[in-house]
């Protein structure tokens, strides 16, 4: 009995231990006309870049825990159409990667605005999350594109992009 206890115990701690210490990944930016927004989900991870910005995930290339992608990128909401304005390093590194090359060294064909890129492969569903930052900090909004259909159900969609362009907007 005793032995069925301390397994029981054994994998309640493990099980939760695995969340009481893992790091909350920096946030995307979303650039709404004055507003800023952060968002939790990372539209530009759908691309699955064989180069990734500022080379992470190559041989000696990392970077800090609460940052695994390397980067921050910063979006923006332009005429009702989502633009990536540019992608920074994440670990207060005063970086930036040039997007446009970034996307040709990748063969990614793209649409261009003032050195912005149009999000045109980006459709997802947003919905509005608390999170444990914004306990302290209660003028952030924070969004994430929900993958279960119960949440669904249970949340409302505040921004849906389809193929880069806005079909929603409740900020």
Known sequence: ?????????????????????????TSDLLIIGENTVFLKTFPLEQLEMKYRPFGVGEEGKYSNTNCWRGYRAVWKIIDEKLFLEKIIQCNNSP?????????????????EKDGMILADWCTLDFYRMTSPISIFDKNRTYLYSGWDKLIKRKKKIILQIENGLIRKNKL
């Open 95 to 111: 970086g930036e990667e040039n997007i446009l090359e970034l996307f040709e060294k990748n063969g990614i064909q793209y649409q």
């Open 1 to 25: 009995m005793k032995q069925k206890i301390i397994l029981f115990a054994f994998l309640i701690f493990s099980i939760f231990s695995v969340n009481v210490f893992a790091t909350e990944q």
